[in-house]
């Protein structure tokens, strides 16, 4: 509407234009001329007269009256015409940016969406922001990294004890083989001294 009220507008002040230009020159004939122009011939031409009871009168042409009727009518139909061009002109327009507004909502919905799935990640058939995407990744890293680090610690400390475990079997081995070798000597010893009286006891 509003681009309607201003071709108005803009149609009116060329019209008064014109019909300003056209004062400036005098036409002689009612079929001449602006609208402005014939009413300013009918006003020159038109006759002075008193009547009976001596008041003033004007006498103008009826031809020139129905000429000067028909041109208005014919200028009043160009005006509408004019008119209805520019309204559909405007309501052409109108359309034509509701429809380019639709796209551009659909435009910028499909950008809003687009760079929302460049900003996110999928994970597990989740959509997920790049920024808590990668803290999760970092995060099941350091876990990562820890649970190595214990199993490290725990492997080493694993080693130690068995090492110390191994040595100590070790050194119970040694004073096992100690023990038994020096109850065997001990035994031998028995049975020599056993030996001796069984034979002292023969002998006497």
Known sequence: MKLLKTSFLIFLLSFSTSLLIAQDTQINSINEGSINDQFEFLIRKS???????????????????????????????????????????????????????SKLTNTQSNLDKTNLEKDSMALFGLQMSKGGYNSLMWTIIAGLL???????????????ITK??????????????????????????????LQDEINKQKGS
Do not use: C, M, P
Request: hydrophobic share 40%.
């Open 47 to 101: 006759g002075n007269f008193k009547g009976t009871n001596g008041q003033a009168y004007e006498a103008v042409k009826q031809s020139w009256l129905y000429a000067l009727r028909a041109h208005t009518l014919d200028s009043l139909k160009t005006v509408r015409k004019d008119l209805n061009d520019t309204k559909a002109i405007v309501e052409n327009q109108a359309k034509e940016v509701a429809e380019l507004k």
């Open 164 to 193: 110390d475990a191994k040595k100590a079997l070790a050194e119970i081995e040694e004073e096992f083989d100690e023990h038994r070798r020096i109850a065997l000597e001990r035994e031998q010893k028995v049975r020599r001294q």
């Open 146 to 160: 820890a649970l190595l680090l214990l199993f490290i610690y725990k492997f080493k400390n694993s080693n130690t």
